[in-house]
């Protein structure tokens, strides 16, 4: 079983929809959970970075965490065509490195 | 306020020559990690250096790669006798503490 899993889609929505992306983990030790997101051929770009379980919220976008689960989420709402990129999940046992998932490919389509 | 800066952002190398990758971290960042990407992979951690010191190398390949980050100057990825193997995209990311921001990347291509 990988410690982290992520689908790798493509996932399609159209433009206004609401984007739910998860992954799921193996290791209970892990405490930290990011989501990155990452244009082709540019770096990974942090979105929202979370401690432990429950929900963060910026601006379109809310970062969901379920310990007990083992289960992450990511949702844009109000989708545009620039959020077309891939997401990655990532997660950390410390504050040291990071463990990604392989990324999921979004299109919104306009 | 510049990013974590890398370069060169592309190199290309034979095999057998080697590869230098630096990375400069964001100002007032004392921790640097490097990332590779190979083509359909996620992102894997490869090393985690403070100011003159390896903090973590667990996921460096036991040979051929070695990395620094010295007191001044940019952090160092050395890769030695480069395969075709090692092609990919590394990134380099920097924290203050806790959040760690990515650079572009170098993507290295072996002949």
């Known amino acids: 079983q990988k410690e982290v899993e992520q689908d790798p889609g493509p996932l399609s929505v159209p433009e206004g929809a609401i984007v739910s992306l998860n992954c799921t983990y193996s290791?209970?030790?892990?405490?930290?959970f990011m989501w990155y997101r990452q244009y082709s051929r540019k770096g990974p770009e942090l979105l929202m970075y979370?401690?432990?379980?429950g929900n963060k919220e910026d601006g379109r976008f809310t970062a969901q965490v379920d310990k007990s689960s083992k289960y992450i989420s990511l949702f844009i709402r109000d989708s545009q065509p620039s959020d077309s990129a891939t997401y990655l999940c990532a997660m950390s046992i410390r504050d040291d490195k990071i463990i990604f998932g392989k990324g999921t490919r979004l299109h919104i389509l306009p | 306020n510049a990013g974590v800066m890398q370069n060169p952002r592309h190199l290309v190398r034979r095999r057998g020559q080697e590869a230098r990758l630096r990375c400069s971290p964001m100002k007032g960042h004392s921790h640097v990690y490097w990332y590779r990407q190979l083509p359909e992979e996620g992102l894997k951690f490869m090393v985690y250096?403070?100011?003159?010191?390896?903090?973590?190398e667990s996921g460096m390949p036991k040979e051929r790669f070695s990395a620094e980050f010295p007191k001044e100057g940019p952090s160092i990825l050395r890769i030695q006798q480069v395969v075709r193997g090692d092609s990919a995209a590394y990134f380099c990311?920097?924290?203050?503490?806790?959040?760690?921001?990515f650079g572009p990347g170098t993507r290295l291509t072996v002949l």
């Open positions: 979370t401690y432990s379980s």
């Open positions: 990311a920097s924290s203050p503490k806790n959040e760690q921001f």
């Open positions: 290791n209970s030790a892990f405490q930290y």
């Open positions: 250096l403070q100011k003159e010191n390896i903090i973590d």
